[in-house]
């Protein structure tokens, strides 16, 4: 058996524009007074020449460019995580695993359980390595998906992000380390939100947000039935939570400190601008990122909370259908130093704002990201002041270009 | 369970998530919704309720409540 198994790295992709919360809200003529209800104050937007594939590659790019040939030959599983499959059968970390390069050893696939799936991939990589049936292999898990929504998602349209969130496990936890074995689940079927088709979400809001909380507090449970002793309030420093939208994070937090704590309002508000707010910075930025979206939260909460030493992380991951996971770790001050590498706050600073006109131009050549067709082209220049505009704009990063053949095509900017 | 206490618990709780509401006016008529609920204040409204009252709800039966008359019918359905 291994000794430490985590996180060594963890990077965020979140495109190269954005849209703010304030201009979508005029645009679609919603009702202003729920911007505070929401959280947000901006969302990614993809563009045509992104896809679940290069989000996913540039999200993992910055991650595998930096290992030594040595280490980087170790990755040995690949776990790509999405609701945005191109393909019934062909997985998108089939795709992922030529533009990165790697090993040819190595086990290739992709999952699926709504926004839970990383999760879910996170906790089977953790297990292999642990095992110790391969001494020293890392594992490659990415969280990927384009977002469907448009204005007949309401108030959706606003917190739902693109983008992807990729972790290197391994040996060497520097960003976080497991607590092995200490996790709680719940999972059962139920219809809360659903992409039926490749071009379209649905979704039941108050279904969806009375599955949330129940899983939390569920899962939470099945956590105190494994692991001796825990106490909401002192056994977490942190927290990271699935973010849909901010809202509902604090909404959920409010509901376990009063469950588990049973904590007076005024204690709530003071506990979640302590442990919980520093994980919303990145996310309110984004939108959701489905399953990437509790470690876009993780990465939020390194780089912005001011803890010392070591602190112990409670996180929890649910997706809709429905699973979820409720689990922990520890990050320390190495875990803020290995982040600032790949420098996440710098990247969605520098995603160009758009226009609401500019938005809608781009949402109908978005919406058939996903679907089927056997040849398609995209001009990929068209997009290149996006795509020039990153702060690391010498490292190229990968376009999609169109489809042959039912082969997706791409190239390196 | 008696309707009524449940429908008080629903009332008190109310008064809980919407700061300004004046609970007195609240009839059984009512949605939450029209009471200035959005989906977390409902949420938060349920859950209150259903943990004074020790209930268990599958989460998507609330599906089917439209006023909080059903809302009330359903808690009690399931504190049997």
Known sequence: MTGRIGIEALNVHAGFAQLSTAELFEGRGLDRERIGHLMMRARSIALPCED???????????????????????????????ESGVDFSKSITSYVHEFMGLSRKCRVMEVKQACYAATGALQIAAGYL????????????????????????????????????AMLLGDDPRVLALDLGAFGAHAYETMDSARPMPDHDIADVDGSLFAYLDCLSNSFADYCG????????????QLALHTPFAGLVKAAHRKLMREQARATPDAVEADFAA?????????????????????LALASLIDNAPYRG???????????????????????????????????????NARIPLSFAEYTELLAENSRCLVPIENR????????????????????????????????????? | ???????????????????????????????????????????????????????????????QTRDIRSLVALLARHSA
């Open chain 1, 310 to 348: 070591t602190a112990r992380v409670g996180l929890f991951s649910y997706g809709s259908g429905c699973a979820s996971e409720f689990f922990s770790g520890l990050i320390d001050e190495g875990s803020r130093a290995a982040l600032a590498e790949l420098d996440i706050a710098g990247r969605l």
């Open chain 1, 52 to 82: 679940p594939i290069t989000n996913a590659v540039n999200a993992a790019a910055p991650i595998v460019n930096r290992l030594a040939p040595q280490d980087k030959e170790r990755i040995e599983l690949i776990l790509a995580s999405s």
């Open chain 2, 1 to 63: 369970m008696d309707h009524s206490d449940i429908f008080e618990a629903v009332r008190r709780n109310l008064g809980v998530v919407v700061y300004d509401l004046d609970t007195t006016t609240v009839t059984l008529d009512n949605s939450l919704a029209d009471l200035g609920c959005n989906s977390i204040d409902r949420a938060e409204v349920v859950t209150l309720t259903m943990e004074d009252m020790g209930i268990s709800v599958p989460v998507m039966e609330f599906q």
């Open chain 1, 377 to 413: 082209k995209i001009e990929v220049e068209r997009y290149r002041r996006f795509l020039d505009a990153r702060p690391d704009g010498r490292e190229p990063v990968l376009a999609y270009r169109g489809t042959e053949g039912y082969h997706r095509t791409y190239e390196w900017v």
């Open chain 1, 226 to 237: 494994k692991v001796s002793d825990v106490d909401l309030r002192t056994t977490f420093d």
């Open chain 1, 130 to 165: 642990a095992s110790g049936v391969s001494p020293g292999a890392k594992a490659l898990v990415i969280a990927t998906d384009v977002s469907m929504v448009d204005a007949r998602a309401g108030y959706a349209e606003p917190a739902t992000g693109t983008g992807a969130s």
């Open chain 1, 275 to 295: 442990r919980v707010s520093p994980s919303l910075v990145y996310p309110s930025q984004v939108g959701n990122l489905c399953s990437g979206s509790v470690y």
